[in-house]
C-alpha cells in the first residue's frame, strides 16, 4: 500500500479523469501517480457524483460574512462577545491586581 503524497487540485482533477478514463481501474493510478487507493478512490467518486469543485480542499477556509446563514451569524457573535468579555476580565484582573501591588509598595 502506498503512502500517498500531497497533490495540487489540478492533480487531482487529472488523477479522477484518468481513473474514470480507465474503467474505474485505480490500480492503475495509484502506480502512475503514485498516490493511496483512498485518495484515488475519494477523488474519482467526488469527480463523478459533483464536478470539479468537489476536489478542492476546503480545511480551514472560514465561509465570508455573506454565506453565514442567520444562525452561524449569531453563533460567531456569540463568540466575538465571549473573547471580548473574557479580554475586558483579563485587563480588569490585571488593573486589582496592580493597584493592590502599589498599595502594599506604598506601606
Known amino acids: 500500500m502506498s503512502k500517498g503524497r500531497k497533490t495540487t487540485f489540478e492533480e487531482r482533477i ?14 492503475k ?24 469543485d468537489a476536489l478542492k480542499d476546503n480545511r480551514g477556509r472560514k465561509k465570508p460574512l455573506e454565506e453565514l446563514d442567520e444562525h452561524e451569524r449569531l453563533k460567531l457573535r456569540i463568540k466575538e462577545l465571549e473573547a471580548r468579555n473574557e479580554y475586558q476580565e483579563m485587563e480588569n484582573t490585571f488593573a486589582k491586581k496592580l493597584a493592590e501591588i502599589k498599595r502594599r509598595n506604598t506601606r
Open 29 to 52: 493510478a495509484i502506480e502512475k501517480y503514485g498516490v493511496s487507493y483512498q485518495q484515488v478512490y475519494a477523488w474519482a467518486r467526488k469527480y463523478q457524483a459533483g464536478s470539479e
Open 14 to 27: 487529472e488523477i479522477a479523469q484518468y481513473t474514470i478514463a480507465n474503467g474505474l481501474d485505480y490500480q
